[in-house]
Structures are given as structure tokens and as C-alpha cells.
């Protein structure tokens, strides 16, 4: 497993290289330049990206990684700021990217992030997901026709995402087990052409609201 990491910190650079597997291969950049370079140029598939913000660029640093995510989709690009800010978060789980965590992680912990991402799922952890889903201000040029070619479970499934619950607190109002529930959120991301929950909850938010 393959992972380009942009980190500019000697000590999160030691510490990422401690806590990864030994099945993976780091491969360090300095730079966004560097990382676009490596990503087009090289032949390697890289499973993820690891970005470190660090707090004096943090501004600069989320504009690049927006536009890293928007011009590479298909990669999974894990943030791991030095100081959470919510509105940064906010702007860089909108663009895409699929987790957030603590610079000096534990190694179990990032074991999970890897494991969810993987799914298909966003990684902030959970309560901080579901903040984010609750603030969030729905775009009014967003277009729901989408939602027409949702079942009724379906839709009642992208309700409950709208509403910021986990899929094991959709399982228990639905009365179904969390593997349906993930079947559900498969077929409706397919559907509704989202990538992820907040993607889905900011579409499902512009039809139903939060009650």
C-alpha cells in the first residue's frame, strides 16, 4: 500500500512512518508542487494522501487542497491538522476529502480511520461529522431531482443522514441491521451522484430541511 505524504515536520514525519503499517509505503513530499508532480508523473497508485496543515499556513494550505481534490477525485486525501478549526474542516470535508485527524495519531486508531475510509465512508470522527452536517448552511443552487429515484427506504435512509445520525442510530429507527443501512447509503450515493454523508445530508438538507 502506497501512501504520498506532503509533511514538512520532521518529528509527525517519524511519528506517521511509527504508527503505519508494515505493509505501507511512505513516500514524503515537501511541497503541493511536489505532490502534484509525484501524482502525474510517477507510476505508482498511491491508497491515500496524507496532508499535514501546519497552523501558520493553514489558510493557503486548504485552498491547496481543495484544488488537489478537485483535480485528483479518485484520491483519498486524509488532513491531519495541527489545530482543529471548524471552518477550515467544514471547507475541506465539502471539497471531498475523505478523513481529518491528529497529527501523532495512535497506530489502532488510524488502523479505523483507514478501515472506514476504505468503505466509503468520511472520517472526523463521528460527533464532529454530525456537527458539521447540523451547521452546515444547505447552497440554494443545489438540485435535488435526484432524490426522485430513491425508494421510500431510501429516502428515509437520506432523511436520517440530513439529520446527523450514525448508521447504527439509523439502523435502530428503521429497525434494520447497519449492513442494510450501508447497502442503503451504496445504492443512494450511486444514485444521487454524492461521494460521501455530508455530500448526501447538504443534498437531502435542500428537499427536507432538519427538523
Known amino acids: 500500500m502506497n501512501i504520498l505524504c506532503l509533511n514538512t515536520d520532521d518529528a509527525v514525519w517519524k511519528h506517521w512512518n511509527q504508527v503505519t503499517s508494515e505493509q505501507s509505503s511512505l513516500v514524503r513530499a515537501m511541497a503541493f508542487d ?3 508532480k509525484i ?3 510517477t507510476f505508482l497508485v498511491f491508497s491515500y494522501c496524507f496532508i499535514y496543515l501546519e497552523d501558520s499556513l493553514l489558510s493557503e494550505q486548504v485552498e491547496e487542497v481543495v484544488a488537489l481534490s478537485t483535480d485528483f477525485p479518485e484520491l483519498k486525501i486524509i488532513v491531519f491538522p495541527n489545530q482543529l478549526n471548524q471552518a477550515a474542516s467544514l471547507t475541506l470535508f465539502s471539497a471531498g476529502v475523505s478523513g481529518q485527524c491528529a497529527p501523532y495519531i495512535g497506530k ?3 488502523s479505523l480511520v483507514l478501515s472506514v ?3 466509503g465512508e468520511i472520517w472526523g470522527g463521528k460527533a464532529f461529522i454530525q456537527q458539521l452536517i447540523m451547521q452546515s ?3 440554494t443552487e443545489i438540485q435535488n431531482d435526484e432524490l426522485e429515484e430513491l425508494s421510500e ?3 428515509s435512509v437520506a432523511q436520517f443522514i440530513s439529520k446527523g445520525l450514525s448508521n447504527k442510530q439509523i439502523a435502530k429507527e428503521m429497525d434494520i441491521t447497519e449492513r442494510t443501512v450501508k447497502a442503503h ?3 443512494i450515493f450511486k444514485k444521487t451522484k454524492t461521494k460521501d454523508r455530508l455530500a448526501l445530508a447538504l443534498l437531502a438538507q435542500s428537499r427536507y430541511g432538519v427538523h
Open 117 to 119: 475510509v476504505d468503505s
Open 34 to 36: 511536489e505532490v502534484r
Open 185 to 187: 447509503l451504496t445504492s
Open 153 to 155: 427506504r431510501e429516502l
Open 108 to 110: 489502532e486508531q488510524l
Open 39 to 41: 501524482l502525474e508523473d
Open 137 to 139: 448552511v444547505v447552497p
